[in-house]
C-alpha cells in the first residue's frame, strides 16, 4: 500500500447482502435495506434536489475502523473505535450515491 491509500473494507457478510436487483418490501424500500435507512437516503436525495428514483446497486453490512465510516473529511476528527455499520450504493439521476451507517438510521454520503 502506498502512502495515502486507504486499506479496504472490512465486512462482516462476504460481500453485497443480496446481488443484483430486489423486489421492495411492504415500506417500498429494497429488503435489504432497513425501511428508516431507505427513507433517509431518499429524503437526503431529494434534499440536494435529486429528481429521479432511487435504485439499489449494493448494501453491506461493514466493520468500519473508525467513525469516519471509511470516508474522513480532511481536517475533522473522528471515534477511534470499530463501528458496526452498513455501506449502501444507490443510482439516481444517472449517478451513483454512496451512503454510510454507523449505528443509527442517519445516513453519511461519502464523495471521495
Known amino acids: ?5 486507504r486499506p479496504p473494507f472490512r465486512t462482516t457478510a ?7 436487483t430486489t ?7 429494497p429488503s435489504e435495506v432497513p425501511a428508516a435507512r ?10 440536494r434536489g435529486v429528481t429521479g428514483t432511487a435504485a439499489l ?21 473522528y471515534t477511534q473505535a470499530i463501528v458496526e455499520g ?10 451513483p450515491w454512496d451512503y454510510r451507517f454507523g449505528n443509527g438510521d442517519r445516513p453519511r454520503l461519502c464523495e471521495r
Open 57 to 77: 446497486v449494493s448494501a453491506e453490512r461493514v466493520t468500519f475502523s473508525d467513525g469516519s465510516l471509511g470516508c474522513p473529511t480532511p481536517g475533522h476528527s
Open 38 to 47: 431507505w427513507a433517509a437516503i431518499v429524503d437526503d436525495l431529494a434534499a
Open 1 to 5: 500500500m502506498t502512502p495515502g491509500e
Open 23 to 29: 423486489a421492495p418490501g411492504p415500506s417500498g424500500a
Open 86 to 95: 452498513m455501506r449502501v450504493i444507490v443510482q439516481a439521476d444517472g449517478m
Open 14 to 20: 462476504p460481500g453485497p447482502i443480496a446481488p443484483g
